[in-house]
């Protein structure tokens, strides 16, 4: 039978159309003829507000140690994106509930006039969680407050999110090398579109900061955001970024074990068209 169906076994869904046990008509999608448009629009009042979480001191019970050198992130990222017009709030050292009321009151702002929504977080973390100062929480509780079903004005919209924090504890040792468009009328989008994930790490491993300078990702995030942010599309700045970070920067360190290893950062995107910062 032809139509549309799920990768699942048999028996793990009841959707129509899946299997023929139901009798029921495969699900037909007939796409209406439409102009794609592959560039996000900044055509708003705002390009949209910029949200940064720093968690720099834990509670003891967490074990977690100080994050020095977060407030340089915290600093350097507050500049950039206030110069690519982002209205910048900073939230210093909050705990999971905390992150909660924070994320959520935002997601329910209405976004209308604002062209894109921007989340900054720096803490410490594991594969899938991030950490306020009092304990973990899951990334996608959080960043799941923006899906377009829960947050309506952002619906279409860039949602971008870049996340320093741990993965897990793998180390990289390194290796050696010889060298939508309105017009359109109404269109149903998959609640979890338009997001990009930009991860200090990929899962499994550690994520590098030094003390003084910050860490290698946001270091690395910011110099290329104020370098190119006014001419490149986003995912030409994150390869940018994960070129800088995979080859100007090696740990040093005396802690057996430590000392030269490499980092590369994940960028995960469900973004639908081009994001630039200028129109």
Request: with cysteine.
């Amino acid at each position: 039978m032809n139509g549309d169906c799920v990768d699942a076994r048999r028996g793990d869904t009841t959707v129509a159309g899946t299997d023929g046990a139901s009798g029921l008509q495969p699900m037909q999608v007939d796409a209406k003829p439409q102009s794609h448009v592959f560039r996000y629009s900044l055509n708003y009042p705002n390009i949209g507000h910029c949200i940064i979480i720093n968690n720099k001191n834990f509670d003891r019970t967490t074990g977690m140690n100080q994050r020095n050198g977060t407030d340089v992130d915290a600093g350097n990222v507050m500049n950039v994106f206030r110069k690519l017009g982002y209205t910048v709030k900073v939230y210093n050292d909050q705990t999971v509930a905390q992150i909660n009321q924070v994320l959520t009151a935002v997601a329910h702002d209405d976004h209308s006039r604002c062209a894109s929504f921007v989340c900054v977080m720096l803490s410490h973390g594991d594969e899938g969680v991030f950490f306020g100062t009092d304990g973990s929480v899951e990334l996608k509780t959080l960043t799941s407050l923006f899906r377009g079903d829960r947050c309506p004005s952002l619906v279409g919209k860039p949602k971008l999110f870049f996340i320093q924090a741990c993965r897990g504890t793998g180390l990289d040792p390194g290796v050696e090398t010889d060298s939508h468009n309105i017009s359109d009328g109404p269109v149903r989008i998959p609640v979890e579109a338009d997001f990009l994930y930009a991860y200090s790490t990929v899962p499994g491993y550690y994520s590098w900061r030094n003390t003084m300078t910050g860490s290698w990702f946001i270091q690395s995030l910011c110099e290329m955001m104020a370098k190119y942010g006014n001419e490149l599309e986003l995912m030409q700045i994150m390869t940018r970024v994960n070129h800088k970070v995979a080859l100007d920067f090696e740990s040093t360190s005396n802690m057996p074990g430590f000392d030269a290893k490499k980092q590369i950062p994940c960028i995960v995107s469900m973004l639908t068209k081009e994001m630039y910062f200028t129109g």
